[in-house]
Nanobody
């Protein structure tokens, strides 16, 4: 069993930055592909980025490329999401996710409870 706890959400003006963190319990953190999803009001949850255990396979959704950066510290069981140049359309609940797969997120095995990011214009 893996528990994921997100932090770092909050309110920011457009153009600002935030850094989300997700700490995972358990001893096998480095065997999981980690990802960040988001769900905006009235919309479906979408995958925005993922990173494999070694950090050499990274995926970004087009809408966040060049603005968001995912990273992980396996020694700290933590995955980060640095968000720059935030836009009002980035407003959503952001969820951390873990997948037992090797390279990309295919089927999420564990979810965090989410952290709210609000970007005002």
């Amino acid at each position: 069993q893996v528990q994921l706890v997100e932090s770092g959400g909050g309110s920011v003006q457009a153009g600002g930055s935030l850094r989300l963190s997700c700490v995972a319990s358990g001893r096998t953190f480095n065997s999981y592909v980690m990802g960040w999803f988001r769900q905006a009001p009235g919309k479906e949850r979408e995958l925005i980025t993922s990173i494999n255990w070694s950090g050499d396979i990274i995926y970004y959704r087009d809408s966040v490329k060049g603005r968001f950066t995912i990273s992980r510290d396996n020694a700290k069981n933590t995955v980060y999401l640095s968000m720059n140049s935030l836009k009002p359309e980035d407003t959503a609940v952001y969820y951390c996710a873990a997948d037992r797969g090797a390279a990309v997120i295919n089927q999420v095995d564990y979810w965090g409870k989410g952290t709210l990011v609000t970007v005002s214009s």
